[in-house]
T-cell receptor
Framework: AQSVTQLGSHVSVSEGALVLLRCNYSSSVPPYLFWYVQYPNQGLQLLLKYTSAATLVKGINGFEAEFKKSETSFHLTKPSAHMSDAAEYFCAVSEGSASKIIFGSGTRLSIRP | DADVTQTPRNRITKTGKRIMLECSQT?????MYWYRQDPGLGLRLIYY???????NKGEISDGYSVSRQAQAKFSLSLESAIPNQTALYFC????????????FGPGTRLTVT
């Protein structure tokens, strides 16, 4: 069965600094991988997804993630943090259409002025 | 208009009361889900339905029941609410063609006193 681990429940960076949110997964088959963002008092929305095409995936709002099979990782990055990036971020994994999607426990990103 | 809607958005109820949370979607997806979100625990799956005649328990189904009235409607019931069911509840639909990418509603904040 698939699983996902997000390292760090809270990450704080300065405005303009690099954002790095870590996600490691476990899957018995080539996985589908997702990052979702949840702004305060809102539902979750898709940031980006990996579906076995390019290993470097670009998403909305300048975020990207790289699929590294050897490291079983799918870390989320953004070169320069903006105050509006403050939110909770969830990594998720699925083993395909017959499978449920499993979410990590989330990482809260804070941005310091 | 939103693709996935949830009613009510906020609800305060007393211990022992029966409560129903409703979800409707206009995405035309067969698959629908109910999740519960608690701080630090991420999203946990309560029930899911892959089509109108299919209902499956998730990891935390005890104390909950569901009804899939139509392709577009999936309701979650708490037969006798208890305080530890205080949480944020999300409905979602998914597209099996992209590894079950989830589309979320705005959430229902439920407080049981």
């Amino acid at each position: 069965a698939q699983s996902v681990t997000q390292l760090g429940s809270h990450v704080s960076v300065s405005e303009g600094a690099l954002v790095l949110l870590r996600c490691n997964y476990s899957s018995s088959v080539p996985p589908y991988l997702f990052w979702y963002v949840q702004y305060p008092n809102q539902g979750l929305q898709l940031l980006l997804k990996y579906t076995s095409a390019a290993t470097l995936v670009k998403g909305i709002n300048g975020f990207e993630a790289e699929f590294k099979k050897s490291e079983t990782s799918f870390h989320l990055t953004k070169p320069s943090a903006h105050m509006s990036d403050a939110a909770e971020y969830f990594c998720a994994v699925s083993e395909g259409s017959a499978s449920k999607i499993i979410f990590g426990s989330g990482t809260r990103l804070s941005i310091r002025p | 208009d939103a693709d996935v809607t949830q009613t009510p958005r906020n609800r305060i109820t007393k211990t022992g009361k029966r409560i129903m949370l409703e979800c409707s979607q206009t995405k035309g997806h067969d698959r629908m889900y109910w999740y519960r979100q608690d701080p630090g625990l991420g999203l946990r799956l309560i029930y899911y339905s892959f089509d109108v005649k299919d209902i499956n328990k998730g990891e935390i189904s005890d104390g909950y029941s569901v009804s899939r009235q139509a392709q577009a409607k999936f309701s979650l019931s708490l037969e006798s609410a208890i305080p530890n069911q205080t949480a944020l509840y999300f409905c979602a639909t998914s597209d099996p063609g992209t590894g079950n990418e989830q589309y979320f509603g705005p959430g229902t904040r439920l407080t049981v006193t």
